[in-house]
């Protein structure tokens, strides 16, 4: 099966670099040059491309502004092209968003698009669009695109995919390479490390408090010590969560501070 390629970058020569080296994909169809995001948007829109290599950088729409304006539940697989800095590169990282640095380098070409390959065939598209939502709340498109969706989470249930907001969160449990997120009405699995939701959501408050669980501070209305010396975290809504030793010091230490 053939994987449609766009192409989205506001420098001819960079978008010829990188046509340039997908004609050795025999799998690859480029179906779209782009020079600036309305003409990305466009393409997208009505070509439905598969994968999208786009520019983070260009004039009048960013990379991200593309993807605020498609949605990123409608948004393609992206592999960003970009000449960030070292700190920005980061945030790509901690997301597992694919990045290139411009100007590309064959072998990660290659490793970037071996992913996506993967991806697609395991239909990850709700992981790849959580990916996608840190990555716009780390870097603010979200305030530049007027929204109010900062900090929000995608989650799947049965046919359908809910948008959580952090408040909505009461704690976060994690096992294998999945956690569960529980509210007030219902608990939601997602495919996602416990690392990458601390760094999602401590920005709104959560702390970890064991090995395999975080907590929204704001929930926690008592500790309650065992005889052994452990604690238990008693929560609004009467949910008892073991503290993990290792966690003790330093959540006395938080709750001390927000008292």
């Given at each position: 099966?053939?994987?449609?390629v766009a192409i989205?970058?506001?420098?001819?020569?960079?978008?010829?670099?990188?046509?340039?080296?997908?004609?050795?994909?025999?799998?690859?169809?480029?179906?779209?040059?782009c020079a600036?995001?309305?003409e990305?948007?466009?393409?997208?829109?009505?070509?439905?491309?598969?994968?999208?290599?786009?520019?983070?950088?260009?004039?009048?729409?960013?990379?991200?502004?593309?993807?605020?304006?498609i949605?990123?539940?409608?948004?393609p697989?992206?592999?960003f092209?970009?000449?960030?800095?070292?700190?920005?590169?980061?945030?790509?990282?901690?997301?597992?968003i694919?990045?290139?640095?411009?100007?590309?380098?064959?072998?990660?070409?290659?490793?970037?698009?071996a992913?996506?390959?993967?991806?697609?065939?395991?239909?990850?598209?709700?992981?790849?669009?959580?990916e996608?939502?840190?990555?716009?709340?780390?870097f603010?498109?979200?305030?530049?695109?007027?929204?109010?969706?900062?900090g929000?989470?995608?989650?799947?249930?049965?046919?359908?995919?809910?948008?959580?907001?952090?408040d909505?969160?009461?704690?976060?449990e994690?096992?294998?390479?999945?956690v569960t997120?529980?509210t007030?009405?219902?608990?939601?699995?997602?495919?996602?490390?416990?690392?990458?939701?601390e760094?999602?959501?401590?920005?709104?408050?959560f702390?970890?408090?064991?090995?395999?669980?975080l907590?929204?501070?704001?929930?926690?209305?008592?500790l309650?010590?065992?005889?052994?010396g452990?604690?238990q975290?008693?929560?609004?809504?009467?949910?008892?969560?073991?503290?993990?030793?290792?966690?003790?010091?330093?959540?006395?230490?938080?709750?001390?501070?927000?008292?």
């Amino acid at each position: 099966m053939k994987l449609r390629v766009a192409i989205v970058d506001d420098e001819p020569l960079a978008r010829e670099g990188v046509a340039l080296n997908l004609r050795a994909e025999a799998d690859i169809e480029v179906v779209a040059m782009c020079a600036d995001g309305m003409e990305a948007i466009k393409a997208i829109r009505d070509l439905a491309p598969d994968l999208v290599f786009l520019d983070v950088r260009m004039p009048g729409r960013s990379g991200f502004e593309v993807i605020e304006e498609i949605g990123v539940e409608r948004m393609p697989a992206v592999i960003f092209l970009t000449a960030y800095e070292q700190h920005a590169l980061d945030a790509f990282a901690v997301n597992a968003i694919d990045y290139l640095l411009k100007p590309l380098e064959p072998a990660k070409l290659t490793a970037a698009l071996a992913r996506a390959r993967r991806d697609l065939k395991e239909q990850s598209l709700l992981r790849r669009a959580n990916e996608l939502v840190s990555l716009l709340d780390q870097f603010g498109a979200n305030s530049m695109a007027g929204g109010s969706r900062a900090g929000r989470i995608l989650v799947r249930a049965g046919a359908n995919v809910h948008i959580l907001r952090p408040d909505e969160i009461i704690w976060v449990e994690a096992e294998g390479d999945y956690v569960t997120l529980h509210t007030a009405e219902q608990a939601y699995l997602l495919g996602e490390s416990l690392r990458n939701m601390e760094t999602r959501l401590a920005p709104h408050g959560f702390r970890q408090i064991h090995r395999s669980c975080l907590v929204s501070m704001q929930r926690i209305r008592k500790l309650l010590a065992n005889e052994n010396g452990d604690y238990q975290a008693i929560l609004d809504n009467g949910t008892q969560l073991k503290v993990g030793r290792r966690y003790k010091d330093a959540l006395f230490l938080a709750l001390d501070a927000a008292n």
